[in-house]
């Protein structure tokens, strides 16, 4: 644990150590370099979109044991900027006195899906109910002895990314081209709403919540389409969200940014999906909306200084830049032009060379005083903009 | 010139080249980041903020003429930071096609303080009264006939920076120490304010201004202390110091950025006091506070795409982090953590290594929807941090 003397960040001895290199890092660095803090990062890709921006860049494998903990040797805390990682070798780097945030605790929580279930179970926060599979066969059984009926989500217990891992299953077909492995069936919930909440807290134990944001999702991909901030929900439900929220980051001893997704069911019940023990998708408005964006607050929180504003100064919806269906290879980004000649808008291209259907290429975040005008020009942006490939 | 197909930007085949690798730089390579723009970036600096962040860095003298042309083969856009540039290699670059913003006949005019003044004058453009010398000899024989009387404000034609280069004459012994060199004797202003105005016109004609934003300088090393926004004067005064600023921007055909200082006489007369061709340290605020930062603003005008809002989400004011008196040596922020724990505090630190009195080593944006607020944390901001050697 670093002393609390700002030297020991603000100064060319400190470095700080990131696990992956992609859009969430490189938009983290932007934050690292505005304090000058040096930053060492490992990514198994040479085009990661982190590679130009940070001090010391390392070529690996993040799921490899040996890796990790040859990369963590020479930095004073190590953070990440995606879940799949080897959080044995975490464990073993924090045993061993190094400052480690998300704690790895938290972390082997939430990668496997069906512990993070339980753990919600254990702690008496709200979720949908669920059965675990040690293999999908399993499934198979459970539903013609009639203990799970169809429908259901099938979510593998790990490795799940920008939606995969995760089906709804109508029907016996629904399940075969799926993973064999360990997964979960899980209630379909009839919700009005798919909410989040971003918290965060310091290695001190601050706390502080981002405004409820609410989520509208792309129906085939199971990709968020439109984050929207502030929620336009009724107060008293946003509350309730945020005490969840709360709950969950105080139960997991958390460190650092945890991103809480909620449903708000029919009659506004707040139910956990799942959670992100990182900067997240649903927070990429606050960059131009909020008063301290959620990757500055990530580092803050981390490297335990005083937290942010995580008010916004005006209302912010983020729109994903996926890549169009039936394009593969080269990027190119079509529009672009006419998207920056509206109001409010502001591209982020994360920088990767390659595109695929649905794959995660970039955001454009849209803000304006009046959310209702900033959700006109979102729509403008989602339907003029297209991610193709060349 | 690019054609104005998105893709002749928004590829892997685009390289924008910058000369300076400064702070200004660092700043603008977010956005080029954020868009994931090539950039080539040529300092003469190793230590130099920018290099880090840009995908090609080169070692090399911004004055050296074969260095430059060499420098600009490969790029297609080229711009810059810092105004000390070999602009004769500009020019021929120019000449020979390649697209250079700010255009050089304007950097040229700017580069030289007497030639900027007598390009006020020979415009129409409100300036200070001033005469011209060759040498600084030339000065005491024109105080000796009567044709200048103390107290002015000698300048350097050339090379001025940060304050440097500019000085109040009182009496004859205060021209000792100066440089010999071709200089210019203004006369001294009663002014009210001084207030700044960036205006920003792309490759295409379409021009932006910001607000009006007011300065309060420091009183010895003649570097702004707050940069206020927007400025707390009449309306009237702030539409005129506007006009001013477009017609220097109109006349001058600029491309880009182009920061206009000016001052509000006593009798709220609006004189052009200088220009800037770049980013300049009165905008910074506009990172935090506006809709639009004047970085990205920057790369919107000269690579001719629509420009963005220049309006501010809410009020903001600069505070610059220069060094402290009697400091000299490896730098170290004193109460970093102080100032984080304030309302809309955002510190940027540019990543230079030594400090020495007045070097301009970073500074503190402060928002608040209420500038009184602002400007009293502002304040606070100012009294808590400290730029020191270790």
């Keep these: 644990m670093p002393t609390k003397n700002d030297k020991s960040y603000f100064s060319s001895n400190f470095t700080l150590g990131i696990l992956g290199g992609g859009q969430l890092g490189k938009m983290m660095l932007y934050e690292t370099r505005k304090f000058d803090i040096k930053t060492k990062v490992l990514d198994a890709s040479d085009e990661a979109p982190c590679k130009i921006a940070c001090n010391d860049f390392v070529k690996g494998d993040l799921m490899d044991y040996d890796t990790v903990i040859k990369f963590a040797e020479d930095v004073d805390v190590l953070t990440i900027e995606i879940e799949n990682v080897n959080v044995d070798a975490l464990e073993q780097l924090e045993n061993k006195g190094k400052t480690v945030y998300p704690p790895t605790k938290a972390l082997r929580t939430i990668q496997n899906k069906a512990t993070q279930k339980l753990f ?81 807290r310091s290695a001190s134990g601050e706390v502080k919540t981002y405004p409820v944001v609410e989520m509208e999702f792309h129906p085939e991909a199971n990709q968020v389409e439109y984050v929207i901030c502030p929620a336009r929900i009724d107060d008293k439900v946003a509350q309730k969200a945020q005490e969840v929220a709360l709950k969950v980051s105080e139960k997991m001893k958390h460190v650092g940014l945890l991103a809480v997704e909620l449903f708000q069911t029919k009659d506004d019940e707040i139910l956990v999906n799942e959670v992100a023990p990182r900067p997240h998708n649903s927070g990429h408005y606050s960059i131009e909306a909020s008063y301290t964006n959620q990757f500055e607050q990530h580092i803050r929180a981390i490297l335990d200084l005083p937290l942010g504003d995580t008010q916004s100064k005006v209302a912010g919806i983020m729109v994903n830049l996926v890549g169009a269906e039936g394009h593969t290879g080269d990027v190119e980004y079509q529009n672009m032009r006419d998207i920056l000649g509206l109001k409010g808008v502001t591209p982020h291209i994360y920088g990767k060379k390659q595109t695929r259907p649905f794959r995660k290429m970039g955001h454009v975040t849209i803000v304006n005083p009046d959310i209702a005008k900033a959700r006109e020009i979102a729509q403008r942006v989602k339907e003029t903009i297209k991610v193709i490939s060349k």
């Design 120 to 200: 919600y179970v254990d702690n008496g926060i709200p979720t949908a109910d669920f059965s675990r599979f040690a293999y999908k066969s399993e499934i198979k059984d459970s539903i013609e002895n009639g203990g799970l009926q169809f429908p259901f989500i099938w979510k593998a217990a790990r490795f799940g990314y920008d939606g995969q891992g995760v089906k709804v299953v109508r029907k016996a077909e629904d399940l075969e081209n799926l993973p064999s492995g360990e997964c979960i069936a899980e209630k379909m919930i009839d919700f009005k709403n798919e909410l989040a909440v971003i918290v965060c």
